[in-house]
């Protein structure tokens, strides 16, 4: 058996090496159908990666509340993600904050309210993003003050900080904002302090902290008495404990919400839900919209294989006059389409990668490298060389001997 396919193999080769331009560009089309998926896979998975290394930077203590409709499909995590109104609807309130700050193993709690709003400084900044939370706010997330100070008990209430982007975008530079005053519809604030630069504009909290303004919850209820709270993030005092911390946060939320149940309780890897969710939606979307690519490339091996049967009937007739079975002149077609595909895919993989890396260059999204990536592309590959390759070779292994011997080039 190891014979047979080793010879198979070989007239493969040959009969791909005689043709090496043709081939090349039948696995060209592979190629890039395998690429775009590749670079799909690679970036979608780079950023689940970059929220997933943010939350175990923080740490194993942390826990996310977030309003929900506890609902999985496909709809409505997009929902959840993208309607503006998402967040009005928020059953979650400031006195939340404080119901979970009287719990046990809890060493802060920090909300954050959104809200969109032009920003009126020495320039004007167009739908600039105004968070509301309070002093506990930094001892969770990892971050620095660039000058100034956070967020406190003893701060004006007006007081706010700005990101290091928003503070250019605003002031014209980052050592210009202490002490500097804006408003946002006709309340004024004053900058109190300034955020060391961030990377990282897709993260678990949504919201982009390098180009935003950090302002007092209740400061931004009275600006803007629509926006509710989207999330609280919470801290424990100690880890080994965090699942039964979230249990009691839970119980604790719906006998304050007189039963209600419309907000999740999130620790670990669940905290990148629903983001983490709509990725994976997104990444499947895109890659059945480049699998349309593959489907022509396939489609290119199955016009090669045509002409290849076409072109070698005479071939076909003497193997099977000196004894070859159908099933033998098969598996040769087969394993030249095979082949074609499976260059193709390694050539798409490689390919994928390069373009990956080269974005990566001017993105916070380093190419994701994993075995299941690997593995997609290795499966695509042969089910692409199977499915085009199966009717030349069959067309090939039907053929008439006779017929066959009395066929010319």
């Not at 931004?220 to 080994?240: G, M, Y």
């Amino acid at each position: 058996m190891s014979l047979l396919l080793r010879t198979h193999y070989n007239l493969a080769k040959a009969s791909l090496k005689q043709n090496r331009t043709r081939s090349f560009l039948t696995c060209l089309g592979i190629a890039i159908g395998v690429a775009s998926i590749i670079l799909i896979l690679s970036l979608m998975g780079s950023i689940k990666n970059l929220i997933s290394n943010q939350v175990s930077s923080i740490g194993s203590n942390l826990i996310v509340v977030r309003p929900t409709t506890h609902k999985d499909t496909v709809s409505s995590i997009i929902e959840e993600l993208t309607s503006s109104s998402q967040y009005a609807k928020s059953s979650l309130t400031l006195s939340d904050v404080d119901t979970i700050k009287n719990l046990d193993n809890i060493s802060a709690v920090a909300p954050i309210a959104v809200s969109n709003n032009t920003i009126h400084g020495d320039n004007t900044v167009d739908s600039g993003t105004i968070v509301g939370t309070n002093s506990d706010f930094i001892n969770i997330q990892n971050f620095s003050i660039s000058s100034g100070s956070f967020l406190d008990k003893t701060s004006p209430e007006n007081a706010a900080v700005v990101g290091y982007s928003l503070a250019i975008d605003l002031f014209g530079s980052p050592d210009n904002a202490i002490t500097k005053s804006f408003s946002i519809r006709g309340q004024k604030f004053i900058v109190t302090g300034v955020l060391e630069k961030i990377e990282d504009p897709i993260n678990f909290n949504n919201v982009d902290l390098d180009g935003a303004v950090l302002i007092k919850a209740d400061m931004l209820h009275s600006v803007d008495n629509s926006i509710q709270i989207q999330q609280i993030n919470i801290k424990t005092a100690t880890t080994d404990t965090i699942a039964d911390t979230a249990n009691q946060i839970n119980d604790a939320l719906i006998k304050a919400k007189s039963g209600d149940n419309n907000f999740s309780v999130a620790y670990g890897d669940q905290i990148t839900h629903p983001t983490g969710s709509l990725i994976t939606i997104i990444s499947g979307i895109l890659a059945m919209v480049a699998s349309i690519s593959l489907v022509v490339g396939g489609i290119g091996v199955m016009n090669i294989m045509l002409v290849s049967v076409s072109e070698r009937t005479h071939e076909i007739g003497i193997r099977k006059a000196v004894g070859a079975s159908n099933s033998n002149i098969l598996l040769q077609f087969l394993f030249e389409s095979l082949i074609l595909s499976l260059l193709g895919g390694i050539f798409g993989l490689f390919l994928g990668y390069v373009i990956a890396f080269f974005i990566s260059l001017i993105t916070p999204f380093s190419p994701y490298i994993s075995l299941e990536i690997l593995a997609i592309t290795i499966l695509t590959s042969l089910i692409v060389g199977i499915i085009f390759g199966l009717y030349p070779a069959l067309k090939a292994a039907h053929k008439n001997p006779i017929e066959s011997l009395k066929h010319y080039r």
